[in-house]
């Protein structure tokens, strides 16, 4: 396997000089500063490539090639817009990065409620609690019909929290749910959250999922002429959100996403803590059931709450059996070696390590510390070599 690091480039307050002191070889990062829609040029891409392959790294992986929102919800004429995306992928097929990690989620990416969590060891962790989602949702955002996506109890808990709050802790809630945005994105306080999601008003599943299918259709073809393969990342959280549709949440999921384009070139990022908080997924079994679609992996564990919260663990730690999971992967890799694949390695990176030490200092992304992700991934590497 591949040890990769997400870099988020210009905006990243982590050096590619400290990168290179964790003993990962594979960057993983994208082009965040340009805006959704655009194309991402060759020369842009060739100079990030030269940067990262001059201070001693790969670059096989992008993260993420986005999605502009309007394709999401199929709204109007979209050729340009698919076009655009096309030309991206050349440009960054040319440049040699074959991998393109993407989401189709709505609006937002990853959500949290909570970007410094306490854990037992005194750092700190990001945490989704179900009850804070809900008063966000039905007290803050005040959407229509949010009532009706909760629970009496989840109701209850949230009504008790929203009483006990302050304008403080509502603006540190909102900020926390809007920290998941990548790079350069516009963040929403609970009004503007409010107005951004009314476009989305009457999206069902099947209408998301109709969107996905034609957005495979435009891309995979191309894919498979250039030599890329897509990963599509699960849902972080997997479970509607704000009314929001999701669709990359669990096992049935996936077996639809990969079989509405049937190609070596439409495949899955296998992110272990995403699928992991879902409690109907088995991470190590759905990395068995589609390892010869598993593009890339995110390997982070999660320790869920009965009422549907749950918080980051430290990689070795959380509810998903972390080693059986590397071993899947493993041998995964054998088979492809078996086989002759060129594809046989493939590229990993902690993710969403514990604030430690230090790191809070340093005020890098949420979720993105430098040490917590180191010490996960020496966690990792160790497992790797003991099953090699």
């Known amino acids: ?73 199929g709204d109007g004429d979209l ?16 440049c ?21 969590a306490p854990v037992a060891t005194g750092a700190t962790c990001l945490r989704f609690s179900l009850p804070k989602m809900a008063a966000f949702d039905v007290y803050m955002v005040e959407r229509p019909g949010a009532e009706k996506d909760f629970t009496a109890a989840d109701l209850a808990a949230a009504k008790d929290w929203i009483d006990q709050s ?9 900020n926390a749910i809007m920290a ?19 476009p989305y008003e009457g999206m069902t599943h099947s209408d998301l999922r109709a969107n996905y299918s034609r957005f495979l259709s435009e891309v995979i073809a191309t894919a498979e002429e250039l030599g890329l393969v897509f990963a599509v990342h ?40 995403s699928l992991g908080a879902n409690p109907a997924n088995d991470v190590p079994a759905i990395a068995r059931e589609f390892a010869d ?10 320790r869920k709450d009965p009422d549907g919260s749950f918080e980051e663990a430290a990689h070795l730690e959380g509810d998903t059996d972390m080693v059986d999971l590397i071993r899947a992967l493993l041998a995964e890799e054998k088979r492809r070696t078996t086989e002759g694949r060129k594809d046989c390695s493939i590229v990993f990176r902690p993710d969403h390590g514990h604030e430690m030490l230090g790191d809070a200092a340093k005020q890098t992304h949420p979720g993105y510390p430098l040490i917590g992700r180191l010490r996960g991934l020496c966690e990792l590497r160790g497992v790797i070599a003991g099953q090699a």
């Open 1 to 73: 396997m591949i040890e990769g690091w997400r870099w988020y480039g210009d905006f990243d307050r982590i050096s590619l000089g400290e990168i290179a002191q964790t003993g990962a070889s594979s960057i993983v990062t994208a082009l965040h500063e340009v805006p959704y829609g655009e194309v991402w040029t060759r020369d842009v891409i060739a100079t990030r490539r030269n940067q990262i392959q001059r201070a001693g790294f790969s670059w096989q992986v992008t993260e993420s090639l986005p999605i502009h929102e309007r394709i999401k919800r």
């Open 79 to 94: 050729t340009e817009l698919f076009a655009n995306y096309r030309q991206s992928m050349a440009n960054l097929s040319d």
């Open 96 to 116: 040699g990065i074959k991998v393109i990690c993407y989401n189709f989620m709505p609006l937002l990416d990853w959500t949290r409620t909570d970007l410094s």
């Open 166 to 174: 302050t304008p403080e802790s509502r603006e540190v809630l909102t």
């Open 180 to 198: 998941g945005l990548p790079g350069a994105y516009e963040r929403y306080d609970a009004p503007g959250l409010r107005e951004a999601l009314k």
């Open 234 to 273: 699960p849902d972080d959280p997997p479970r509607d959100i704000l009314g929001l549709p999701r669709i990359v949440s669990c096992a049935d999921d996936i077996r639809w996403n990969l079989a509405a384009v049937d190609s070596p070139a439409n495949g899955l990022t296998l992110c272990a803590g």
């Open 293 to 302: 679609k598993i593009h890339f992996a995110h390997l982070r564990n999660v």
